[in-house]
């Protein structure tokens, strides 16, 4: 069975500064990787994933996520942040055989400040 | 494509009646999952089909929520009867191959 840790409930941080938001994994197959944003009162939308090759995966709108197998992680980071980027981001793992059950982390209430 | 559709998005009941609700997936996809997101819980998988057969129920609640998928186009969650602890937001999500798509929710409030 799989499962993902968030580290951090909750990350303030000001406008245009850096932010990692932090996903540890627990599988003993091997996974695909996910992080979801959502805003409030909203669905769920797919940020990025890592499913085989590049360890680094980036997002249209500047996040980037690295898969590091030896630490089970997959770090969601943005160098510069925006207002609009204030949302619950989650982190999300599935086994890469058939089987298909995406599990979720507890999510990182992301707080970007003026 | 328009996406997994989830149907009512709000939904406001009294303790003790019955709740359905409803889902259609992506055309194509073969893979649907009912998730439950509370505050305390977070986001929880209650059941999930392959090919509209239930494949694991495990995160079911209790005998009280019931799911089915009569065909490959859409599905229904049933909370019967429903008490106040069942307030959450449901989502369905279809997938095919790696790819998820979740619908809109249903915000389910019982008083």
Known sequence: AQSV????????????????????????????????????????????????????????????AEFNKSQTSFHLRKPSVHISDTAEYFCAVSDSSNTGKLIFGQGTTLQVKP | DAGVIQSPRHEVTEMGQEVTLRCKPISGHDYLFWYRQT?????????????????????????????????????????????????????????????????????????
């Open chain 1, 5 to 64: 840790t968030q580290l951090d409930s909750q990350v303030p941080v000001f406008e245009e500064a850096p932010v990692e938001l932090r996903c540890n994994y627990s599988s003993s197959v091997s996974v695909y990787l996910f992080w979801y944003v959502q805003y409030p009162n909203q669905g769920l939308q797919l940020l990025l994933k890592y499913l085989s090759g590049s360890t680094l995966v980036e997002s249209i709108n500047g996040f980037e």
């Open chain 2, 39 to 111: 505050m305390m819980r977070g986001l929880e998988l209650l059941i999930y089909f392959n090919n509209n057969v239930p494949i694991d129920d495990s995160g079911m609640p209790e005998d009280r929520f019931s799911a089915k998928m009569p065909n490959a186009s859409f599905s229904t969650l049933k909370i019967q009867p429903s008490e106040p602890r069942d307030s959450a937001v449901y989502f369905c999500a279809s997938r095919k191959r790696d790819g998820y798509t979740f619908g809109s929710g249903t915000r389910l409030t019982v008083v």
